[in-house]
């Protein structure tokens, strides 16, 4: 077993510890932001677990719900727990309600994508093949690699084939997700920041939020490496992005201690000089 095969089940076993974790302090206080992290979290694991799968044999099924939960809505839903956390709960009702049939109609054009199983290859990373790539008209192939050209838009094209074909609608939307959960997630690690210094409260929350963040653009950055053809990064990103999380998510769910968020009463203050 090779790194790339043993990473992912390193990060499953961190998410569904963590998911646990997530669920269990939901029923315990009931609150939304708690439920939203619970759900993004869980998609996370879903997606890290048909990872693992995926590095010894293939299932259609699993790589649907590999590049739906893990690429398309994680850190959306993510993203929305910090949403219910740091803004008043209408934005969040709203915000959810969109969410929900944005995510709704993602599940339906990614299980109606025609998958090109014949191009699966169980030697290499599924993060280095699933989807088909163009390649520019000067740009050399990697070594090792079958390209395949085919007409696309009148044109003759030359491609390294992948799982998901060129121009499916699903990869349109990962765009579209991915930003809104980076921007709640990098805007409530920023907004929580300016609280603190404003009000001086809610320094678990700074720390806790700033840590999402970081795991957030952890598996952003690697998301993006792997958009380019740098796949291997994919799986130590997630794992950074899970202990990240991980760490931020205690911090920042951990009731502050009254002495960090409250003045002095007078006669402690008097009784200290």
Not at 74 to 82: E, K, L, N, S, V
Not at 124 to 136: C, V
Not at 190 to 216: C, D, E
């Amino acid at each position: 077993m090779n790194l790339n095969q043993l990473l992912p089940f390193v990060t499953t076993a961190i998410m569904f510890l963590f998911v646990g974790w997530v669920f269990l302090r939901y029923s315990q206080r009931r609150s939304a932001h708690m439920l939203m992290w619970g759900i993004g979290l869980a998609l996370f694991a879903i997606g890290s677990f048909a990872e693992a799968y995926s590095a010894f044999a293939f299932d259609p099924l699993v790589f649907r719900l590999w590049y739906l939960c893990g690429a398309v809505l994680t850190a959306a839903w993510i993203g929305q727990g910090t949403v219910y956390l740091l803004l008043r709960k209408k934005w969040g009702h709203v915000t959810l309600a969109v969410l929900v049939l944005l995510s709704a109609a993602a599940a339906l054009i990614m299980f109606t994508t025609d998958l090109q199983t014949q191009n699966f290859d169980p030697a290499r990373p599924l993060s280095d093949q699933y989807a088909t790539k163009e390649l520019k008209p000067d740009e050399p192939a990697p070594a090792g690699t079958k390209v395949v050209e085919i007409d696309r838009q009148g044109q003759r094209v030359r491609t390294i084939p992948g799982i998901i074909p060129l121009g499916a609608p699903i990869r349109s939307t990962t765009a579209i997700f991915n930003i809104y959960g980076t921007l709640a997630l990098v805007g409530g690690a920023l907004y929580s920041t300016y609280l603190f210094w404003r009000k001086r409260v809610m320094g678990n929350r700074v720390i806790g939020n700033i840590l999402i963040a970081a795991g957030a653009l952890s598996i952003a950055s690697a998301s993006t490496l792997t958009r380019l053809g740098y796949g291997g990064y994919l799986y130590l990103g997630e794992l950074i992005a899970a202990v990240a999380m991980f760490a931020g998510f205690i911090i920042a769910s951990r009731r502050a201690q009254d002495s960090l968020e409250r003045e002095p009463m007078p006669a402690q203050a008097a009784s200290s000089t």
